[in-house]
């Protein structure tokens, strides 16, 4: 169990660099090929309609402040994707297909374009997506990066948040709901898995409710069993909501990996009403492995 190639979307923003520091301390430990991604926006195609109360000069201070904000974040990105590479003596080369199977290699990629587009086209060609968690100011925790890679390309998305420095699946939980959106996501995590020190399955569970077949986590750790991994299980009570129960459960671990599903109910819904994967996106202060 291994990745092979691992995407590192780097917007410039304030998670750019834990996101491109876990890259390449994953790129080095897997000997996988890491392609730092950067969309820099287009100011053409992102002004706004122009109405009968908008002047040719707004428009124009507008386009100019685009222009302005995509090359500081695209300065950003490159800078955060030199240090990562800089600090384990790595070279950052240009993103031109010559990667070598089992030869940890780092690249740069820069496309002008909509992110949510780009990724969902790139993401398909790699193991694993890395991207940074969405502000935890916007409302409805906004992500196109990671929502493109997840719902468009079908793959597993690891969320770093700002800030993060430590090491990423050495103590592992994982929240278990016996759906499919969770096993896909413990798959995809499976290499990381195979590498941790401690992993534990945890489930949550209402007031004298029991869980039996595919939602026990008992079974799900009999389950990684297989693969070799020995996983504790164990189920807590479902109090505070579902999202907050597994944050605190990753905190009193000392996980520096949380794995679950995502968006068990719609986009819209999650947006509208919360729930778990909202609440985890927008808090969550360490590394979380999502899957659809």
């Known amino acids: 169990m291994s990745f092979a190639s691992l995407l590192a979307v780097v917007d410039g923003g304030d998670a750019s660099t834990a996101t491109m520091r876990a890259a390449v301390a994953l790129g080095q430990g897997f000997e996988a090929y890491v392609e730092a991604l950067h969309v820099r926006l287009d100011p053409e195609s992102s ?7 908008m002047s040719a000069a707004m428009v124009e201070q507008v386009s100019t402040d685009l222009r302005q904000s995509a090359q500081s974040h695209a300065k950003a990105a490159r800078q955060a994707a030199e240090e990562a590479c800089r600090a384990i003596d790595a070279h950052l080369g240009a993103a031109n ?30 193991d694993l997506v890395l991207c940074g968690r969405p502000d935890d100011a916007q409302e409805g925790a906004y992500a196109p990066a990671l929502e493109a890679a997840m719902f468009e390309a079908g793959r597993a998305v690891l969320v770093l948040p700002p800030g993060f420095e430590g090491t990423v699946g050495n103590t592992v939980l994982i929240g278990w709901a016996g759906t499919r959106e969770c096993a896909r996501a413990v798959t995809a995590a499976l290499p990381l898995l195979a590498k941790a020190g401690t992993v534990q399955v945890v489930a949550l569970a209402e007031e004298d409710e029991e869980l039996a077949g595919a939602k026990s986590p008992q079974a799900a750790a009999a389950w990684l069993g297989l693969h070799g991994i020995d996983a504790r299980a164990r189920t807590l009570p479902l109090e505070d909501g579902a999202g907050e129960a597994l944050m605190t ?32 996106l927008t808090h969550c202060a360490l590394p979380v492995l999502m899957a659809h």
């Open 47 to 53: 002004i706004p309609l122009v109405g009968e109360g």
């Open 249 to 280: 459960a990753a905190g009193q671990a000392d996980a520096d990996l949380l794995v679950m599903g995502a968006y068990g109910h719609s986009r819209l819904r999650e947006f509208v009403l919360g729930g778990a994967t909202r609440a985890v």
């Open 97 to 126: 297909g010559a990667a070598e199977a089992g030869k940890f290699t780092c690249a740069w990629r820069e496309v002008v374009g909509r992110e949510d587009s780009v990724v969902a086209e790139r993401a398909l060609l790699f």
